[in-house]
């Protein structure tokens, strides 16, 4: 755990007009702990804008006040007391970061253990499940909001992102906890799972279709990884949404302890993600490349074409999956 929360809730109280931002590949976590630390603030009689680094894909068009975020465009550079960067560190905020970096006053607040926290208040604890506990706990520990259902529904769509519906290891009886009162101020589960989960067009099921096409396992079956090529992509635009559609299926097979994605960003560049089980830390081998993330969820961008960047990849995660003491022993 990096700085303090009761620290980030004295410098949110200090200011009075803010703009939220976090990562770019936007995801249900980063998006609804925005917008309900923004709605928040605004029941605090704050002024609040939100600015997401990238687009916001139809996926979040079910979060309440999601119609008043704005996407970054060239030349931004609004006038506001401190800049709130969640769920994620500063350099993560694409187009935002000159922004960032010309001495607006930043609060951080995150969940990534390799986050070491920004900025002239910030709290960065990595055992939560996701931002939006974090968030849950400032709202009605610190700075004592009463949850609107608006609210509500932002932070329980952040809960379930991050712990793939409260599947995931970092599923615990707190972020269940915090869920139970989430739906008590009147998130709906079953609605939100439809949004996160289903709802989709045509088109998306037929992506998925060319994206398993390229499923590949290596010998032992500890290692699977999927691949998208620009090609493939064609006109429609990333989201989170697509990352975890995909990653779950090299994911999900039995023997596997560590699920890549590799995805072509253009010529030079590949987007790599991770997903581990058990012993294997994910967060490691995205170090190796300039990223970072959690044990069992990471990523790194790297400077190469795709198939120098798979293959660099592909023998770093062979080295660390042999190196990890009981795999392959299941
Ligand atoms: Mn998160």
């Known amino acids: 755990m990096v700085g303090s929360l009761?620290?980030?809730?004295?410098?949110?109280?200090?200011y009075n007009k803010f703009l939220i931002t976090w990562h770019v590949d936007p995801d249900p976590d980063c998006v609804g702990s925005g917008l309900a630390l923004k709605q928040a603030l605004q029941a605090m009689g704050k002024d609040v804008i939100?600015?997401?680094?990238?687009?916001?894909?139809?996926?979040?068009?079910?979060?309440?006040?999601?119609?008043s975020c704005a996407v970054f465009t060239e030349g931004f550079s609004p006038h506001v007391d401190a800049?709130?960067?969640?769920?994620?560190?500063?350099?993560?905020?694409?187009?935002?970061?000159s922004y960032l970096k010309s001495g607006v006053p930043i609060i951080n607040i995150d969940h990534h253990g390799t986050n070491l926290g920004f900025g002239q208040a910030f709290y960065i604890n990595p055992r939560a499940a996701a931002t939006g506990e974090i968030i849950y706990q400032l709202l009605t520990e610190y700075l004592h909001v009463s949850l609107t259902e608006a609210m509500a529904t932002n932070l329980y769509a952040a809960l379930a992102g991050d712990t793939g519906t409260f599947r995931y290891s970092n599923t615990n009886s707190r972020?269940?906890?915090?869920?139970?009162?989430l739906v008590k101020h009147g998130a709906n589960?079953?609605?939100?799972a439809v949004h996160l989960y289903e709802n989709r067009?045509?088109?998306?099921?037929?992506?998925?279709?060319?994206?398993?096409?390229?499923?590949?396992?290596?010998?032992?079956?500890?290692?699977s990884w999927i691949t998208v090529t620009k090609t493939m992509l064609g006109e429609r635009q990333w989201s989170g949404q697509r990352s975890e559609d995909l990653i779950k299926y090299p994911r999900m097979i039995k023997t596997v302890k560590l699920a890549i994605m590799f995805r072509e960003l253009d010529a030079a560049k590949t987007k790599v993600s991770f997903r581990s089980r058990d012993n294997i830390d994910a967060s490691k081998l995205a170090a190796l490349f300039g990223g970072g993330g959690h044990m069992h969820a990471a990523g790194c961008t790297i400077d190469k074409?795709?198939?120098?960047?798979?293959?660099?990849?592909?023998?770093?995660?062979?080295e660390l999956l042999a190196a990890s003491p009981g795999n392959g022993s299941e």
């Not at 980030?8 to 200090?14: D, K």
């Not at 939100?50 to 119609?67: K, T």
């Not at 074409?305 to 990849?313: C, H, I, N």
């Open 83 to 97: 800049v709130i960067v969640e769920d994620c560190e500063p350099d993560r905020c694409g187009g935002l970061v």
């Open 6 to 14: 009761e620290q980030v809730a004295q410098a949110i109280r200090a």
């Open 189 to 192: 589960p079953a609605e939100i």
């Open 175 to 181: 972020v269940l906890a915090a869920a139970s009162e």
């Open 305 to 318: 074409p795709l198939p120098e960047a798979k293959a660099m990849v592909l023998e770093a995660a062979a």
């Open 201 to 223: 067009a045509y088109e998306e099921v037929d992506f998925l279709r060319a994206a398993l096409d390229t499923l590949e396992i290596s010998p032992r079956g500890e290692m």
């Open 50 to 67: 939100c600015v997401s680094p990238d687009p916001l894909g139809e996926w979040f068009e079910f979060l309440p006040g999601i119609e």
